[in-house]
């Protein structure tokens, strides 16, 4: 079942996060003024974006990259009346002149590339309509514009944007007056370099706690990602590096990360193959099992050796591992150690608000889409 609406009363974020948790396939159309955007779901999972502000094509981008030749690009192309219209990076994987890996790269910068222009949008109209992805369908498009079979899990593709947007702000914020203002707490606390070094930590900690907290109070978080980067914003004050993981199915895995630094894979995609068995012992599973913070040494199981090769293969002296109950069970739980430098970890108390503050704000997205879902089925 389809529904239609206008982008001031839902934002695309917001039609983005029913559509994923609901598990929705069939094709969003999406208008503004001389402006278009269509996104295909299969299950939730993007398989498909385009918007008339951005023109380039997976085949054109990997031609641009040199990562295939046009001949390639051509030979791959007429496959696909053969191959049933599947899609053009599958064919290219099946002939051996790309692997899994390369392809998915590409393919999640180029819904990266669309999105970034979409997400802008907060006026205009959208339609969603639910249909089968057959080949029928495929033949109303180019079929050579289609990525991956699984498709991509759009809260990744909107939390690394919303991360690179706050990298961003974050440098441009970088000032004299911040500077002055680091150098009235040294004045104002006075003693040694340590204890004011000290004092000045807690302080940003407490402020940091104090921003988030009214942030999600006072306006809409319109998407799980933006949540996401609240709380590993405010982790990045307690700990050198953190890892967020989400249930899904019968798995926790990787959906953000800071500080992560591993040879070989860039950090956000190594974290984001991370999967661990919601029902082996490891100290996540022992947090989600109890739904209460972890706090201490790292036991020797299989899957905490896991964890520790996949976030570089060190063993901290301690870790801090903390939940986000929703409804009664836990959707999340955040990770965090001070590896490399291994330090004490500080207090936690401000981080377990938080992450409780972050389960009602669920709980009450949750709410409005349930109600949003009735409103509609009764007109």
């Known amino acids: 079942m389809g529904f239609v609406g206008r982008l001031e009363d839902l934002g695309i974020s917001d039609i983005f996060q029913i559509l994923a948790l609901g598990k929705r396939t069939g094709k969003l159309t999406l208008t503004k003024r001389n402006e278009q955007g269509l996104v295909v779901f299969r299950n939730g999972a993007i398989v498909f974006c385009q918007t008339n502000a951005v023109h380039e094509t997976l085949g054109s981008i990997l031609v641009n990259r040199h990562l295939i030749d046009e001949a390639t690009l051509l030979a791959a192309l007429d496959r696909q009346p053969a191959d049933q219209d599947r899609p053009l990076g599958s064919i290219l994987v099946e002939m051996g002149v790309m692997d899994e890996q390369t392809l ?24 969603f309509e639910t249909v089968e992805i057959d080949e029928t369908f495929r033949a109303a498009f180019d079929a050579s514009e289609f990525l991956v079979e699984e498709g991509l899990r759009p809260e990744e593709v909107i939390l690394d944007l919303l991360t690179q947007q706050a990298r961003t702000a974050a440098t441009l914020a970088v000032s004299g007056t911040d500077l002055e203002a680091v150098e009235e707490i040294d004045l104002e606390e006075g003693g040694g370099e ?9 302080a940003r900690g407490f402020a940091s706690l104090k921003g988030i907290m009214t942030e999600l109070r006072n306006r809409p978080v319109t998407f799980t990602g933006e949540l996401t980067l609240m709380l590993l914003r405010y982790t990045a004050e307690l700990v050198n590096r953190s890892v967020l993981l989400a249930i899904r199915g019968d798995n926790l895995v990787g959906i953000g990360q ?11 995609q190594r974290v984001r193959n991370m999967k661990i068995p919601v029902a082996e012992p490891s100290v996540l599973t022992e947090v989600i099992m109890r739904r209460e913070p972890y706090r201490g040494r790292l036991a020797r199981t299989p899957w905490n050796t896991y964890l520790i090769q996949q976030l570089g293969g060190m063993v901290p002296r301690e870790v801090v591992a903390v939940p986000i109950v929703v409804e009664g069970s836990v959707v999340a739980v955040i ?15 401000g981080l377990e608000l938080l992450m409780i503050e972050a389960g009602l704000i669920i709980e009450k997205h949750r709410l409005e889409a349930r109600l949003r879902e009735a409103r509609r089925l009764r007109i």
Do not use: C, M
Not at 109 to 119: G, R
Not at 194 to 202: C, D, T, Y
Not at 258 to 268: H, K, M, T
């Open 258 to 268: 800071f500080g992560i630094e591993v040879d070989g894979a860039p950090a956000d």
């Open 104 to 127: 998915h790269s590409v393919a999640y910068e180029q819904v990266k590339a669309v999105l970034s222009v979409l997400l802008t949008w907060d006026s205009g109209v959208f339609q």
């Open 335 to 349: 990770y965090g150690d001070n590896l490399p430098d291994d330090t004490p970890i500080g207090p936690t108390e």
């Open 194 to 202: 340590s204890a004011a070094g000290g004092r000045r930590s807690r």
